[in-house]
């Protein structure tokens, strides 16, 4: 049989993180902004000041330009399942299609309905009316993030499902573990909130912008206590939210922590990198260090990880060697296999099933059966199968290392913005200080790059599973010929890129025109 | 095997199904933009045109990711065998639905790279080749498509892929067959209808009316005559039918033709539809009496005709994808279905609908109460 092209899953990798990199760079302000939105219009609807409703349209206008390229950048995510990745849409879709679907009837059309009513309803609906719609713009736009981070959780951590040797596909069997998986819980409580605080420095940027031009500065001020209470409960949140994932990232996919942390050789007491180089030679089972420079925090990462100093933290070498004790997902201690007997145990599953259909076909239940027996003892390895090698498990650990160490860097920094902000607001001392405006405008660029770093952390330190364990990538993709995907990926790029410097330039308009120009 | 599909896998072909009517229906948006050259000569018709249209923009393309992913939920094997397998179509398609949802929001906004014509040019290859496309994509359900499905490959660590294509133009071999063109063509000429007719309803302007009334009745002709061309075509070929007995795909003559004859309902539904659509058609202009009703008309008797037809591409023993290379690769309702269990939790959820059905009628009232004048669009604050 004829043997895939390798170059046809990177393509067809670079071009799905390429549409959903340039989809988080306009939805994150969406779901934080249509919240802010909507609390600055109830001001006016309780106060009945022009100003409030100002504000408000005016924070709108630039929500409408980033929605746009949102949305648009939305459908070809999920069309790009179907159409670069095919297997994966048989082999999970059973499970996955459903949060999409529920997706599009729940949330995507509260969010579409509603939106133009935001819009064009000011003379049209009562002014409760409109505050409803932009408050259901705004769920609407997070219960749309709500399903498709179930989903991208399931992948993370697949449950509540069974493997269905009949159909050649998992099959969902319980809905509310999918729905209720605590990853799928921390991964949604994670995200949408990193969209709050995204939508948070926007706000307090573009203020600070106006107070440096010494332009809107009611407008700017009031903006700005607003986005700084809404952006530290946020950010504080996030913390909270991180560490239970670095928790759930250690127990469930451990070399996404050992990647995360540049973590070769596993031990207790494992320290926190504050830190690091890494050694760009280093790789996994040689003797080289693994960090040309690197201060740590003592015992912090096994703190982190598991609650304890003396717990031990596996290493990327552990992991492919196995031997270390480790609590699996029923919760018991055992000892972990290494990743070439998991290889072995997944080509036994791979060939059980093609045995099980052939028996089932001719009718032979026995031989089905026993066939069965062994796909069912050997799933939980059935994805290793389809590797060749045991490094075919580590994901690229410079990407993932720098991604999350900026990621956290940034989160705190954040904190640290948000609350020099109110007290400067407090006290009036806003405009006193050009230097802290100029820093809280530069930060704007930053907290996307923080959104950026953190899915490429949850994503790239996840390969090369589609689905943990259980489908790589390579087994996932669609059988078009490579120049095809290239083409495409080209044609993206070309036009994602247009739409980006597209809807910078408008933004820059008409932060400029400002309120009074907002039409 | 017996060939039985239960009732949820028949609910939930018939929530696809609908979808796609609405999703037709709703491509009286795409109609829209096209005639937007034809119908508004000034700036200020053009954008009132926009304006209108772009009201509505987002309902279209809402269904359309709908329809996309409870077809994914419902009939996954459908989703990976077309979406991976007739590549270029869909890639067609969705890039024609990017440019379409910035450009209603980019067009009059200073700084927006492109320039005003540009977007006004993309909404326009938007409705020019998104309705032909999806037309001709639909239509590979009632033609079939180059596939082959085989679920054992999963077994090979080499090259685990189910479905693949048999020829490397990936779905772009549909232009070939004159029945996928005629439908294409169908829902080209059936989208400007629906958006003049929803011009003529949504503004209020004498010239404006007058030439969209004009474009009706133009459009009226060559969809006429496609769409029963496509129909009398797809009635006089071989359908794909299933044994109900072992399950076997096998050519039957008059297959689709059959099923209505089967399935009285639908071809009641078929043919009120088609009576709604002339109704809506003339009484819009041919009639003495000036009438803006046109598109209510039109769009219902859309929404049953599709639905009658994509009804009965799945009900009756049929199968609702055929392989024209391999007969048993064929999809069907039973074959490329979510597990039961899948498709219960998704049909408590569809209980919803009917919520979501009145909150968007409740929205298209509410902005839809007063008419799109020249004096709203100067006084509007928001306009696109």
């Known amino acids: 049989m004829e043997q895939m092209d390798l170059s046809l899953v990177d393509w067809s990798r670079a071009q799905f993180a390429l549409t959903a990199m340039y989809h988080w760079i306009f939805v994150p302000l969406t779901l934080g902004l249509a919240f802010l939105i909507a609390i600055m219009e109830t001001f006016y609807v309780k106060t009945g000041d022009e100003f409030w409703k100002k504000t408000t349209k005016f924070w709108m206008t630039l929500f409408g330009i980033n929605f746009a390229i949102g949305v648009a950048t939305g459908i070809i995510l999920e069309f790009e399942f179907g159409t670069n990745w095919s297997n994966y849409s048989w082999f999970v879709g059973d499970i996955f299609g459903a949060p999409l679907a529920i997706e599009g009837i729940m949330a995507f059309f509260m969010e579409s309905t509603f939106i133009a009513i935001m819009f064009f309803g000011w003379n049209k609906v009562s002014k409760k009316a409109h505050l409803a719609a932009s408050w259901l713009t705004a769920i609407g736009a997070n219960l749309s993030a709500l399903w498709i981070l179930v989903a991208n959780a399931w992948m993370q951590y697949p449950t509540g499902m069974r493997f269905n040797p009949d159909t050649a596909r998992n099959e969902m069997e319980n809905f509310w573990d999918v729905l209720f998986s605590p990853v799928a819980i921390n991964k949604f409580l994670h995200t949408v909130t990193s969209g709050y605080v995204t939508a948070a420095v926007f706000v307090l940027g573009v203020s600070s912008w106006y107070l440096l031009k010494k332009r809107e500065t009611l407008l700017a001020k009031r903006s700005i206590v607003i986005a700084s209470v809404f952006g530290l409960l946020s950010s504080l949140f996030l913390v909270m939210t991180g560490d239970s994932s670095a928790k759930q990232v250690a127990e469930k996919q451990p070399m996404k922590l050992a990647a995360m942390e540049g973590l070769y050789d596993g031990t207790t007491n494992a320290g926190l990198v504050a830190l690091g180089v890494l050694n760009p030679q280093k790789e996994a089972g040689d003797k080289r260090p693994a960090f040309l420079f690197k201060v740590e925090i003592p015992s912090a990462l096994s703190i982190l990880s598991f609650g304890s100093s003396s717990a031990y933290v596996p290493g990327i070498n552990d992991i492919l060697k196995g031997g270390y004790m480790y609590t699996n997902t029923d919760g018991k201690s055992e000892i972990a296999k290494p990743t070439a007997a998991r290889i072995s145990d997944g080509k036994k599953a791979i060939a059980a099933f093609g045995s099980y259909q052939t028996a089932a076909k001719a009718g032979n239940r026995t031989e089905a059966s026993q066939h069965l027996g062994v796909l069912n003892d050997n799933f939980k390895s059935f994805g290793y199968g389809y590797l060749t090698h045991p490094k075919d498990i580590i994901p690229n650990v410079p990407l993932t290392f720098y991604s999350f160490h900026i990621m956290v860097t940034l989160g705190f920094f954040f904190i640290a913005l948000f609350v020099a902000s109110l007290f400067f607001a407090f006290n009036d001392m806003l405009t006193k200080h050009r230097w802290f405006l100029w820093i809280s405008l530069l930060s704007t660029p930053l907290v996307y790059l923080a959104g950026q770093t953190g899915w490429i952390v949850a994503e790239v330190g996840r390969q090369p599973w589609v689905i943990q364990d259980i489908m790589p990538s390579v087994a996932a993709v669609s059988r078009i010929d490579t120049s095809s995907v290239m083409v495409t990926f080209m044609l993206f790029v070309l036009i994602f890129t247009m739409l980006l410097i597209a809807e910078i330039g408008i933004m820059l308009k008409q932060i400029k025109k400002g309120p009074e120009g907002e039409h | ?384």
């Open chain 2, 1 to 384: 095997m017996e060939y039985t599909p239960t009732l949820l896998q028949e609910y939930w072909w018939f929530i696809v199904s609908l979808l796609g009517s609405l999703l037709v229906f709703l491509l009286f948006v795409q109609g829209g933009q096209m005639l937007l050259f034809r119908i508004g000569k000034t700036a200020e018709e053009k954008t009132m045109i926009i304006n209108s249209l772009g009201r509505k923009w987002e309902f279209t393309f809402t269904t359309l990711v709908t329809f996309g992913g409870a077809f994914f939920a419902s009939f996954p094997l459908f989703y990976s065998t077309s979406f991976g397998g007739a590549y270029w179509v869909w890639m067609a398609i969705l890039f024609l639905f990017i440019v379409q949802a910035v450009s209603y929001e980019y067009r009059k906004k200073p700084g927006n790279l492109l320039g005003s014509k540009t977007y006004e040019v993309f909404l326009f290859l938007n409705g020019f080749g998104g309705t032909f496309l999806l037309g001709t994509a639909v239509a590979t359900l009632f033609t079939g498509g180059n596939f082959y499905v085989n679920k054992m490959n999963l077994a090979s660590a080499g090259n685990p892929i189910i479905s693949s294509w048999a020829n490397p133009w990936h779905g772009l071999e549909a232009v070939a067959d004159y029945r996928n063109i005629l439908l294409g063509l169908a829902v080209f000429f059936l989208a400007r209808i629906l958006g003049a007719l929803y011009i003529i309803n949504s503004i209020e302007h004498e010239t404006i009316f007058t030439r969209a009334q004009k474009l009706v009745l133009h459009n009226a002709v060559p969809f006429l005559l496609t769409f029963v061309g496509f129909l009398i075509s797809i009635f006089l070929s071989d359908g794909f039918a299933i044994n109900p007995a072992t399950s076997k795909v096998y050519l039957l003559k008059y297959k689709l033709f059959t099923n209505l004859i089967e399935m009285p309902v639908l071809l009641a539904l078929l043919l009120a539809g088609v009576c709604l659509v002339i109704w809506g058609i003339t009484s819009t202009t041919l009639s003495a009496k000036r009438s803006t009703k046109g598109i209510w008309f039109c769009g219902s008797g859309t929404i049953l005709t599709v639905l009658s037809l994509l009804l009965s591409l799945g009900y009756n023993n049929t199968a609702y994808y055929p392989s024209q290379i391999d007969l048993q690769s064929s999809l069907t309702i039973v074959n490329s279905s979510s597990s039961t269990y899948t498709l219960t939790v998704m049909s408590v959820v569809s209980i919803l609908i009917p919520f979501v059905l009145a909150y968007i009628w409740y929205a298209w009232r509410a902005m839809n109460r007063k008419k799109v004048t020249l004096e709203e669009m100067s006084k509007e604050t928001h306009t696109y």
